[in-house]
């Protein structure tokens, strides 16, 4: 997979929006980026995916750079619940093979 | 629609005693795999399938094999536990679709091997 940068840790106040983001700057053009998360133990759940066009879903919005070298992950009125371990992923080959970095962790806080 | 279903979800294995992780998932998906995860790391691949069938080799696989007879079930065996193999195991299944594909993961089985 290509490579992912993200930051160890963030917070951000219940409400505000949360931009979580991700450098994968050696992302070849036919990559998608991939966004899961992983509240505490449970299994990852995904959250979003996109090519080179920004994507919005009930859950966020991602916005990829038009080099595609970054892209950030926002949660637009974070919650408590979306307290949780948030994975950038650019898989290579078939997307059942992810390899998962360390990830962000969001606290969210009132 | 059960989505991903593991079993057991907690087991406690002496060292040396072999179990299957079973795994099922009814949304018909070509692809399913299997990962653990020990504290504080992110998740590792052991095996995956592309079929019936078919099977290989993820990042992790030894001390572990897989079959895959039936497109719903793919389970997990631990030939002869070890206390390094104490982790939580998460199987996976992956839509594959024409804009990218998505996996959805069980609820993870927790493992001690003592």
Same mark, same amino acid.
């Given at each position: 997979?290509?490579?992912?940068?993200?930051?160890?840790?963030?917070?951000?106040?219940?409400?505000?929006?949360?931009?979580?983001?991700?450098?994968? $700057?050696?992302? $070849?053009?036919?990559?998608?980026?991939?966004?899961?998360?992983?509240?505490? $133990?449970?299994?990852?759940?995904?959250?979003?995916?996109?090519?080179?066009?920004?994507?919005?879903?009930?859950?966020? $919005?991602? +916005?990829?750079?038009?080099?595609?070298?970054?892209?950030?992950? +926002?949660?637009?009125?974070?919650?408590?619940?979306?307290?949780?371990?948030?994975?950038?992923?650019?898989?290579?080959?078939?997307?059942?093979?992810?390899?998962?970095?360390?990830?962000?962790?969001?606290?969210?806080?009132? | 629609?059960?989505?991903?279903?593991?079993? *057991?979800?907690?087991?406690?294995?002496?060292?040396?005693?072999?179990?299957?992780?079973?795994?099922?998932?009814?949304?018909? @998906?070509?692809?399913?795999? &299997?990962?653990?995860?020990? *504290? %504080?790391?992110?998740?590792?691949?052991? @095996?995956?399938?592309? %079929?019936?069938?078919?099977?290989? =080799?993820?990042?992790? *696989?030894?001390?572990?094999?897989?079959?895959?007879?039936?497109?719903?079930?793919?389970?997990?065996?631990?030939?002869?536990?070890? *206390?390094? =193999?104490?982790? /939580?195991?998460?199987?996976?299944?992956?839509?594959? %679709?024409?804009? %990218?594909?998505?996996?959805?993961?069980?609820?993870?089985? &927790?493992?001690?091997? /003592?």
């Amino acid at each position: 997979d290509a490579k992912t940068t993200q930051p160890t840790s963030m917070d951000c106040a219940e409400g505000r929006a949360a931009n979580l983001p991700c450098n994968h $700057s050696t992302i $070849s053009g036919n990559e998608y980026v991939y966004w899961y998360r992983q509240i505490h $133990s449970q299994g990852p759940q995904y959250i979003i995916h996109g090519l080179k066009n920004n994507e919005t879903n009930e859950m966020a $919005s991602l +916005i990829i750079t038009e080099d595609r070298k970054s892209s950030t992950l +926002i949660l637009p009125h974070a919650t408590l619940r979306d307290t949780a371990v948030y994975y950038c992923i650019v898989p290579t080959g078939t997307a059942s093979k992810l390899t998962f970095g360390t990830g962000t962790r969001l606290q969210v806080t009132l | 629609n059960a989505g991903v279903t593991q079993t *057991p979800k907690f087991q406690v294995l002496k060292t040396g005693q072999s179990m299957t992780l079973q795994c099922a998932q009814d949304m018909n @998906h070509e692809y399913m795999s &299997w990962y653990r995860q020990d *504290p %504080g790391m992110g998740l590792r691949l052991i @095996h995956y399938s592309v %079929g019936a069938g078919i099977t290989d =080799q993820g990042e992790v *696989p030894n001390g572990y094999n897989v079959s895959r007879s039936t497109t719903e079930d793919f389970p997990l065996r631990l030939l002869s536990a070890a *206390p390094s =193999q104490t982790s /939580v195991y998460f199987c996976a299944s992956t839509f594959t %679709g024409s804009t %990218g594909n998505t996996i959805y993961f069980g609820e993870g089985s &927790w493992l001690t091997v /003592v």
